[in-house]
Nanobody, 124 residues
Framework: QVQLVESGGGLVQAGGSLRLSCAAS????????MGWFRQAPGKEREIVSA????????SYADSVKGRFTISRDNAKNTVYLQMNSLKPEDTAVYYC?????????????????WGQGTQVTVSS
């Protein structure tokens, strides 16, 4: 099993920044692709960003392109999401996900492991 623990969420004003972290533990040798999803109240969970095992390939939702950056440190079994120029519509619970796949995975069903989520609230 792989355990994922997110951190770094909080309350920020519009235009501000936050950096989310997700640390993997347990059978980390099986961790390949990782991603960030978010879910706002009354909405479906949606992909925010994803990264391949090597870190060389990334993917972003159109709504966050140019504002968010995903990265990973495999030595620390950690993936990050740097969020800049935050908007009220970015408010959601952000979830980290991991799978043994090597390439980028952009669908929730493609991930075997999930974190508990961290709340991000952007005030206007």
């Amino acid at each position: 099993q792989v355990q994922l623990v997110e951190s770094g969420g909080g309350l920020v004003q519009a235009g501000g920044s936050l950096r989310l972290s997700c640390a993997a533990s347990g059978r980390t040798f099986s961790v390949g692709a990782m991603g960030w999803f978010r879910q706002a109240p009354g909405k479906e969970r949606e992909i925010v960003s994803a990264i391949s095992w090597s870190g060389r390939t990334t993917s972003y939702a159109d709504s966050v392109k140019g504002r968010f950056t995903i990265s990973r440190d495999n030595a620390k079994n950690t993936v990050y999401l740097q969020m800049n120029s935050l908007k009220p519509e970015d408010t959601a619970v952000y979830y980290c996900a991991a799978d043994s796949a090597i390439d980028v995975v952009t669908t929730p069903l493609g991930y075997a492991y999930w974190g508990q989520g961290t709340q991000v609230t952007v005030s206007s």
